[in-house]
């Protein structure tokens, strides 16, 4: 147990919706860090928040946001969902900074979206 | 920008065979750290690597840094049923660019 959640831990919508998954790092981590992987590829960086601020940005779509709260659960936000978006959805936390020498990430569990 | 290239794609090994991946990046890099994905898990962090040369070891598991910090290898020893899964390099070029990258990783199965 890496001491990250996600939540739902599946999901299964249709397309043209709009879908929210959750992610808690771990106590004591500011840094929450979003991926997507697809089925027998790596793993897509798609943004990283830290203090509830924005810090890095990959190859995250224009439907796709995500944010940070002062408690430092995050959020990302997928909409108008297309088939192409079925994917498993990763989120990882890290005391510091990407780049830092301490920024080891801890994985949680991941949702697995299904867009029908 | 930074490219990484982590091959090969795919092994498969006899158990107790030798198994190594190996990470290339086109920059010099900072740091790299490597990361084991089971199957119907999630990546687990194994080791960061920081100095030009440097080589770690866990059990049978070998980390090597180049000497120009631009590629490394993760090597293990006497392949077990256990260390099926896709292993991940995660190269940092600088720190402070926050610039994340994975390597495509190599996904090792085991021929009992």
């Known amino acids: 147990d890496s001491g990250v959640t996600q939540t739902p831990k599946h999901l299964i919508t249709a397309t043209g919706q709009r879908v929210t998954l959750r992610c808690s790092p771990r106590?004591?981590?500011?840094?929450v860090y979003w991926y997507q992987q697809s089925l027998d590829q790596g793993l897509q960086f798609l943004i990283q928040?830290?203090?509830?601020?924005?810090?890095a940005k990959g190859n995250i779509l224009e439907r796709f946001s995500a944010q940070q709260f002062p408690d430092l659960h995050s959020e990302l936000n997928l909409s108008s969902l297309e088939l192409g978006d079925s994917a498993l959805y990763f989120c990882?936390?890290?005391?510091?900074?990407?780049?830092?020498?301490?920024?080891?990430?801890?994985f949680g569990p991941g949702t697995r979206l299904t867009v029908l | 920008g930074q490219q990484v290239m982590q091959i090969p794609q795919y092994q498969h090994v006899q158990e107790g065979e030798d198994f190594t991946t190996y990470c290339n990046s086109s920059?010099?890099?900072?740091?790299i750290q490597w990361y084991k994905q089971r199957p119907g898990g999630h990546p687990v962090f194994l080791i960061q690597?920081?100095?030009?040369?440097e080589v770690k070891k866990q059990k049978r598991l070998t980390f090597q840094f180049g000497e120009a910090k631009k590629n490394s290898s993760l090597h293990i020893t006497a392949t077990q049923t256990t260390d099926v899964g896709t292993y991940f390099c995660?190269?940092?070029?600088?720190?402070?660019?926050?610039?994340?990258?994975f390597g495509t990783g190599t996904r090792l199965t085991i021929i009992p």
């Open positions: 990882a936390s890290s005391v510091a900074p990407a780049g830092h020498s301490t920024d080891t990430q801890y």
């Open positions: 106590s004591g981590d500011l840094s």
């Open positions: 928040y830290y203090n509830g601020e924005e810090r």
């Open positions: 920059t010099t890099l900072s740091n």
């Open positions: 690597l920081v100095k030009s040369g």
């Open positions: 995660a190269p940092i070029s600088n720190f402070g660019n926050e610039k994340l990258t």
